[in-house]
């Protein structure tokens, strides 16, 4: 990932835009990025899987702890946890015979980034509608 950047900056430093080896790595870093995502949301798609989370942001609990509120099966909710640890929302340890969650905050990130890119282009296509439609507006009433 460093090598990515240096290049990046090398690149983007000589000429106005990436050249062809650039702008692979850059292709590369988004399918990555969006592999990343699409777990993160698919972990997020259910509802017993967000409520670990919000249970976890509160603090580490043992798995045992985690379960009590669902009426599942132990293996059944141990799937939840995969997935969860999966897309890198949490991480597990074992300390005995107690199996303990935590929270991955890092990870929220990526979504955040993601969330603030997509709010940004559909406000500048409301700014965008908006003019149009007072444009159209004037036109009307100039008519």
Same mark, same amino acid.
Not at 55 to 75: E, H, N, Q, V, W
């Given at each position: ?15 106005? @835009?990436?050249? $062809? /080896?650039? &702008?692979?790595?850059? #292709? ?6 969006? =592999?990343? +995502?699409? %777990? ?23 798995? @045992?702890?985690? $379960? /009590?509120? &669902?009426?599942?099966? #132990? ?6 946890? =995969?997935? +969860?640890? %999966? ?33 940004? #282009? ?22």
């Amino acid at each position: 990932m460093r090598f990515a950047q240096l290049l990046l900056q090398r690149c983007r430093g000589k000429t106005l @835009s990436y050249c $062809a /080896k650039c &702008f692979a790595v850059i #292709l590369s870093l988004m399918e990555q990025y969006s =592999r990343q +995502l699409d %777990g993160i949301f698919q972990a997020l798609a259910d509802p017993t899987r967000r409520a670990v989370l919000a249970r976890l942001g509160t603090g580490p609990a043992s798995i @045992s702890d985690l $379960a /009590k509120p &669902f009426d599942m099966a #132990l293996p059944s909710f141990m799937k939840h946890i =995969r997935f +969860l640890e %999966g897309s890198g929302l949490i991480r597990t340890r074992k300390e005995g015979r107690v199996r303990t969650c935590v929270i991955q905050e890092g990870q929220l990130a990526a979504v955040e980034a993601w969330l603030s890119q997509q709010r940004a #282009l559909w406000e500048g296509r409301t700014d965008r509608l908006e003019q149009f439609v007072v444009t159209a507006q004037k036109k009307g009433e100039a008519q």
